[in-house]
Structure formats: C-alpha cells, structure tokens
C-alpha cells in the first residue's frame, strides 16, 4: 500500500486525505491542535455556541461532491438548506436593505432603497456570472503551474476572452463605472472582502465573487458551519484515514530532494508522498528550515491577505431585525480600506459584520438570547499594538450598533471571546494572521500564489486557503482536489 501523510487537519487537509484515500493511500493526518478544522472550528462558551471562523457557506456542491466520489451519499452525514435574504445591510444613512436570495426582488429591493435602476443590477449580476465562466476552468479547477494545462482548448478558448474579465482595472473602477449611488459601490467593493483584499486595488476579475453568492446561493449547514468539518472528518474516518491530534509536524524529512516522510516529536514518519496544509510560509520556514536552498522566496515574499478582529458575544435579548447575516456600513468606504492596507490599523468606524447562527439552530444560544459574532476586517499583523486596537474597536462597533440598533449593546453582553491577528497565527499558524493566504490586490495575484505541488521535492504537495487557487472554503476544497489530481 502506497502511504500519504497530511500535515493539519484544516479543511483542505481532511478534503486532500479523502481524495488520497479514494484513490487507494493509507492516509494519516496529524494536526498540531486537539481538535479538527484549524479556523473552521467551533467554541462554546457560557451556554452560547459559536463557529470560530467561517459562516457563510457557499457552493456546497464542493462538499457534496467528497461524499459522492466515496460511493457515499452525502445527506447521510450533511444537510444544509438554502437562505432566503442572503443577507440584511445597514447603512449609516439610514438605508436598510434586505439581499434576498430571489434575483429579481433583490434587485428591485436596490432600486427601492436607492432608486438605481432594477436593469442595471442585473446586468451587473450578468457581467460577475459571464467573469466566473470564463474563469472558473482555468483559475480555480486546475494547477496554473502545469504546462498542460495551457494546452488544453477549454484553457485557450478562456485566455481568448481574458479582456473580457476586467483584469486591468480595480473592482472599485468597475463598480464606480456601473452605479451612481455610492452605498451601492461600496456594497459591491465589499465583496474583496470575501478573499481578504482591498477593492481599490484588486483586479475587477474579483467581481465574479457576487455571482457565487447570488447565483449558487448562501447556505446554512443544519449543524452549524462546524458540521461541515465534522462530517468530513467522519467521512474520512469512514474511509479508513487516521488522525492524530495534539501532534505537531517538525520537519518534513527529505533525502536527495524526495519526500521521504514527517518528524514528530522526534520520531521519524515514512511516507511516499507529504502533502502540507500548513500554510505555505511556516512549511518552508519551520519543516524544511534546513533546506533554505528549496525557499520560493519570492513567492512566500508576497503581500498577505487582510485578517480579522472578531468579538464573540452572548447577548442576553433578540432582534428581529436582524438576520444570520448582517451588514453595518462604515460612512466613508475609501477611509476604511485606506486604514487597513495603507496605515496598516482600523478606521474608527469600520464596517462591522455580525453573523448570528442561533436565528438558524436555536440551540446555539440560550432561550431568549443570541450568539453574536461580531467581525471587522483588519490589517495582519506587522507587530501593531493590538492590545489598544481591540479596545479602541470593541468602543467604536459598540457604540456603532447601539446607535443603529437603538439599545445599549453594551449591556447586553454576557460574555465574550476575541480573536485576533496574533491568536489566529498561534491557533492555525497562519503567517501574520491572515485569513485567506496572501491577498488578490496584484493584477497576477492568482499566477504568483504557491503552486499544489513542489517542482523543486518529489512527492511533496500542498494544499489550503495560502496555496493555488487561495482561500476561502470551496477554493480549499478545489485545492485539494487539484493537489490530489497532481499525486501520480
Ligand atoms: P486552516 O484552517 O488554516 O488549518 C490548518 C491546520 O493545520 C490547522 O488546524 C493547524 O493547526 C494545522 N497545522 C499547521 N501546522 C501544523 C503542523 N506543523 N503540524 C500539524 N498540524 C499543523 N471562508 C469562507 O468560505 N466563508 C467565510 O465566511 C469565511 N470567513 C472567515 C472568517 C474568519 C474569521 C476566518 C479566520 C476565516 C474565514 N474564511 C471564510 C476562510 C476559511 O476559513 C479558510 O480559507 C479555510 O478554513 C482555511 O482552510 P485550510 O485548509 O487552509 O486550513
């Protein structure tokens, strides 16, 4: 039997240990943490429920599609159902609007709230969903850094169109070129945030990501975002792979540039072929320190993707008014990302995300009560004092959403947990805390991230949100999928 072994059990790394199982592998997945699914894992705290990470599920398909390839079906171990409004924003002016998921109410319930005409939405919808077809085959299913892949016509047909895409203005040139209204600008530029980039530099190739919310829909696995990594553990299990827990991997071992296994705790793994889900900077900096000669410096040199400051409050009230998902604009949107990707800190009054899983799982939070995760986008960490950020921001979104909300939130807390920059990198080492790899703000952004396989070691592959084609859950998903179609 040929043996594969994963380092971590992010969700790349359990999708790249099911695939390899598939295909026949003995597969051992060892994760440095006492629990699976690095940022897509799952806290309770004082009765109150709350995933850590991720909470919008989109493409499901990419989930299913594991279950399926393993002669499975995949409602025996997952369900999900399909959001009505997609999400509901607030904006500082008063403005209240609910994204439905229905294509034609959402795009009238715009130009009720903001008098652009329905057509123009929709046209814009048209223009992400023609983005995405051209793109999808070749920058998001298969390896950029294999000469096959350039020679296949689907790619040559899809590199004919590339003007099309937009690729040499910013997302915010091309939102700006579409609508009037500002809010509307500023809803569209939001979604950079999606894969931690900045709207005003990002390629407007990245308005393919509005598409993939309100064509393929937002989705609430029943379990809560974490059933997700836990059904696919069990389907891993199921299929004979083996986790080891609290085991962190210490080198990858190498002899005459082949990968020949792991080392942990001192104990040396032999392996046929290593696939990492580490992110890809702490592979080379912490399991192949040695061989510095092997560093693609280069590419390990580029900018990273924004991170997140994340309150998790227990609030001892409903609100109606609110969703699963929720919005609250900033009033001035260049300032916002100024402050982040130029002054590396947090705009005074940042657009404040809370998602609110308990409206969908009752059982999430106590009866009469709602777990409120409460999300900025911040800079990752080059060291900032993030001691007096979290209190300077825990002041500001309180006072932001009292205001909007007309009670004081501050009162209604019961509890709460933060996450940081820096317990980001210490819980899911990833490099200065960003969440989604390194960032989309380069016109080539998608052909200098790393690639799934080593050209330089045999038998060592990658796979994760800080590889081809980046972050994200399905684009981890399709990471791993393309790593495993890589492995001989
Ligand atoms: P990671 O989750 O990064 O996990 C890597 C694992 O490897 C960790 O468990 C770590 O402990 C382990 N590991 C590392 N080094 C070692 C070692 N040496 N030995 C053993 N184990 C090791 N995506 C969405 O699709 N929708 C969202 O709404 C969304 N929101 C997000 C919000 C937040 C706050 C965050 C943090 C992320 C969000 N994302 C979202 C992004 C998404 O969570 C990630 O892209 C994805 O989960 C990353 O998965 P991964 O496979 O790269 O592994």
Redesign the pocket.
């Known amino acids: 039997d040929k043996k594969a072994v994963v ?9 790249a240990a099911i695939r390899l199982a598939v295909k026949g592998y003995n597969v051992d997945v ?4 006492s ?7 799952e806290m309770v705290i004082e009765g109150y429920r709350f995933d ?7 493409m499901p398909q990419y989930v299913d599609e594991l279950f399926e390839l393993a002669g499975k079906n995949p409602r025996d171990y997952f369900n999900y159902q399909k959001l009505e409004v997609v999400c509901k924003y607030f904006y500082p002016d008063g403005t209240r609007l609910c994204a439905y998921d229905h294509t034609e109410r959402f795009a009238r319930e715009i130009t009720n709230a903001t008098g652009e005409p329905t057509s123009t939405i929709i046209n814009y919808l048209a223009n992400s969903a023609d983005i995405y077809n051209i793109t999808n085959h070749v920058f998001l299913e298969q390896s950029l850094h294999q000469l096959k892949t350039y020679l296949q016509w689907g790619t040559f047909k899809s590199m004919l169109k590339l003007p099309q895409i937009d690729a040499l203005r910013s997302m915010h040139n091309a939102n700006r070129k579409f609508f009037k209204d500002k809010r509307l600008i500023q809803f569209f530029d939001r979604y950079a945030t ?1 894969n931690g980039s900045n709207p005003y530099q990002a390629p407007a190739t990245l308005n393919v990501i509005p598409h993939l919310e309100h064509h393929y829909g937002a989705w609430f696995p029943d379990g809560g ?1 974490f059933s997700i990594t836990s059904s696919l553990v069990q389907l891993a299990k199921d299929l004979g792979v083996t986790f080891t827990f609290n ?4 080198e990858i071992v190498l002899i005459n540039n082949q990968a020949k296994g792991v080392r ?1 705790n001192g104990q040396d793994i032999p392996s046929d072929v290593v696939v ?4 890809v900077w ?2 080379y900096k ?2 192949l320190s040695k061989h510095v000669n092997l560093h693609p410096t280069g590419t390990l040199e580029q900018q990273r993707s924004s ?2 400051l ?1 309150f998790y409050w227990g609030i001892k009230r409903t609100f109606s008014e609110l969703d699963l998902h929720n919005i609250f604009f900033s009033s001035d949107n260049g300032a916002e990302f100024e402050h982040v990707w130029k002054q590396g800190t947090v705009y005074h009054d940042p657009t404040v995300y809370i ?1 609110i899983s308990s409206k969908y799982k009752s059982d999430d939070a106590p009866e009469g009560c709602e777990n409120w995760f409460v ?1 900025i986008n911040v800079p990752s960490n080059d060291g900032q004092d993030w001691e007096q950020i979290i209190k300077e921001a825990r002041a500001n979104i309180q006072s932001k959403l009292s205001k909007i909300l007309g009670v004081d939130i501050s009162k209604l807390i019961a509890c709460e947990n933060i ?1 940081n920059p820096i317990s ?1 990198e210490s ?4 490099y200065k805390g960003s ?3 390194t960032s989309s703000n380069s016109k080539l952004a998608a052909f200098l991230r790393h690639s799934n396989k080593s050209n330089k070691v045999n038998g060592l592959y990658f ?4 590889v081809h084609p ?7 998903l399709l ?2 999928k393309i790593t495993s179609e890589l492995v001989a």
């Open positions: 380092i971590g059990a992010g969700i790349a790394g359990i999708a060892f994760e440095a943490n629990y699976p699914g690095g940022k897509l894992s850590a990470g991720p909470s919008l599920f989109t999606y975002m085991k962190r991997v210490d942990v990492s889900n580490m992110d702490f592979t912490k399991l991170s997140a994340i998602n999300m996450l980001i819980k899911t080492s990833s969440i989604y790899g796979c994760g949100g800080s980046g972050g994200g859950i399905p684009l981890c990471s791993a």
